[in-house]
């Protein structure tokens, strides 16, 4: 997730090049969460798993459900500095073209996979997520994987991502539900926060799937298990607050810190976290 209000993002502007300047933005600050820009997963109340360890299960748990078979093509919506993208080319040996719209994500991503030694396994592009250059059944499956709640148009990414999927493929994302109401002010931070339109419940949350022609084929309720990301974050981050600030600076950190504290508190006492997994009818 990694988001912190850096600036504000008013309803008229946004759009994906605002969400594209938040992450060239607060990338800089990726380190903190050991490259990885998604939630993680606990058990219970009573696992102690490693921040870094909780966050892999997550993506695995994500790639497990996208039942890929080693030589298939991934397509990875909103790919971040692409950690996701080499655990799941790593784990279950397919090739995955990697997509964001933030410029500053593209060449950490690139860098990263370089050093991976999967260069010709990963490919990384700027593209948007609504009007992807990409030919039709192009991919075995697809994932957007905590980038879903940024989207300006979350039913126009579906239908691009069921466009390009082949028939019989599975497509998994996650979105933040409300789970109770917002303030104004609340939801003018989500915005500014890259997250304009959180839904209300689960039927919200599948009906841009399902109005692009995807079925969806599970639901699950994470809300409580990724809830230790929020408190683990905001931990590392007063522990390497002085580290930061001798690299970024002072009055860059204090603005990051500033943002991201009253939303991440906000995060851990009002929003949930789905994982949908979708298939494309044959």
Known sequence: MGRAAMAETPAADYHSEAVGEYYDEVGAFVELVGGNLHLGYWEDDRDNTPFPIAMTRLTTMVGERLALAPGQRLLDVGCGVATPAITLARRFGVAVTGITISGGEVAAATHEVAEAGLAEQI?????????????????????????FPTAPDKRQWCTEIFRTVRPGGRFVYSDYPLSTAATPAEREMLRANTVAHPPGDMAAATAPAEAAGFTVTETLDLGERVRPYYTEFLKRLGAQRDTLADRYG?????????????????????????LIVCRKPD
């Open 123 to 147: 490919s990384i592009q700027l593209a948007d997520a609504a009007a992807m250059p990409f030919a039709p059944a192009r991919f075995d499956a697809a994932l957007a994987f905590d980038s």
């Open 250 to 274: 002072s009055e860059r950190v204090d603005a990051f810190v500033a943002g991201i504290t009253p939303m991440y508190e906000f995060c851990r006492e009002k929003l949930g976290y789905y």
